[in-house]
T-cell receptor, first 112, second 114 residues
Framework: DVKVTQSSRYLVKRTGEKVFLECVQDMDHENMFWYRQDPGLGLRLIYFSYDVKMKEKGDIPEGYSVSREKKERFSLILESASTNQTSMYLC???????????FGPGTRLTVT | GDSVTQMEGPVTLSEEAFLTINCTYTATGYPSLFWYVQYPGEGLQLLLKATKADDKGSNKGFEATYRKETTSFHLEKGSVQVSDSAVYFCALRGSNFGNEKLTFGTGTRLTIIP
C-alpha cells in the first residue's frame, strides 16, 4: 500500500523560530509537492521537486524554502515563522503513470 | 493562467439524496481533470479523473463527465451516504508538456445527515 508520511500532525511554534516539516514517501516517486490548505482558498502550491536536489517555486513560495537530499524525503523549511504561516501543510508525491498524487495526512502548524 | 471554480459550500443533504457539486475550469488546450476527496483528519485522495473530452470518470458511485464545450466537470452521485461526508476538491493539470502541477479549486464541504 502506498504511503506518504509527515513528521508531525500538530505543531506549535513561536514567531521567528525556524521550522522544519518533513515528508517521506515509500513509492520511489520522483515528483513531490508541498501545499498549504486554508479555508476558502483551497490548496496552494508552495514548492515542488522533480528529482533529488531539484526544486521549483510554486504559487506562494515567499517565506519558505525546501530541501530534497534523498528521493524519498522532501522537507519544507520556514526560515523565520510568522503568524500568517499558521495553516495546514500537505505533502504529496506523484505517480506519473496514472498522474495520481498521493497525500500525507497533513501537519497543522500554529505560529503564536 | 489555469484556474478552477467550484460551488461554494457547505452543502448539507439527507441520506439517499442526489448530489451535484459544480466545477468549471479555465485552461488552454486539453487539460486533465480530477476530483479529490478529503475525509476528516486525513489527506486528500483521488476520487476520479478524466483525461480527454467526453470521458466519464467514476468511482464509489460518484461520476463526472469532462465537458469541453462548457468547460465543466461536475461531480454527481445518485444516492449519498453518511460516509460520503467530506471535503471535495476539483483540480486540473494543464496540457503543456512537462507540467506536473495541479491547480485546485477551493473545496466544497459536504455533510450528509441520516
Amino acid at each position: 500500500d502506498v504511503k506518504v508520511t509527515q513528521s508531525s500532525r500538530y505543531l506549535v511554534k513561536r514567531t521567528g523560530e525556524k521550522v522544519f516539516l518533513e515528508c517521506v514517501q515509500d513509492m520511489d516517486h520522483e515528483n513531490m509537492f508541498w501545499y498549504r490548505q486554508d479555508p476558502g482558498l483551497g490548496l496552494r502550491l508552495i514548492y515542488f521537486s522533480y528529482d533529488v536536489k531539484m526544486k521549483e517555486k510554486g504559487d506562494i513560495p515567499e517565506g519558505y524554502s525546501v530541501s530534497r537530499e534523498k528521493k524519498e524525503r522532501f522537507s519544507l523549511i520556514l526560515e523565520s515563522a510568522s503568524t500568517n504561516q499558521t495553516s495546514m501543510y500537505l505533502c504529496a508525491s506523484l505517480r506519473v503513470f496514472s498522474y495520481e498524487q498521493y497525500f500525507g495526512p497533513g501537519t497543522r502548524l500554529t505560529v503564536t | 493562467g489555469d484556474s478552477v471554480t467550484q460551488m461554494e459550500g457547505p452543502v448539507t443533504l439527507s441520506e439517499e439524496a442526489f448530489l451535484t457539486i459544480n466545477c468549471t475550469y479555465t485552461a488552454t488546450g486539453y487539460p486533465s481533470l480530477f476530483w479529490y476527496v478529503q475525509y476528516p483528519g486525513e489527506g486528500l485522495q483521488l476520487l476520479l479523473k478524466a483525461t480527454k473530452a467526453d470521458d466519464k470518470g467514476s468511482n464509489k458511485g460518484f461520476e463526472a463527465t469532462y465537458r469541453k464545450e462548457t468547460t465543466s466537470f461536475h461531480l454527481e452521485k445518485g444516492s449519498v451516504q453518511v460516509s460520503d461526508s467530506a471535503v471535495y476538491f476539483c483540480a486540473l493539470r494543464g496540457s503543456n508538456f512537462g507540467n506536473e502541477k495541479l491547480t485546485f479549486g477551493t473545496g466544497t464541504r459536504l455533510t450528509i445527515i441520516p
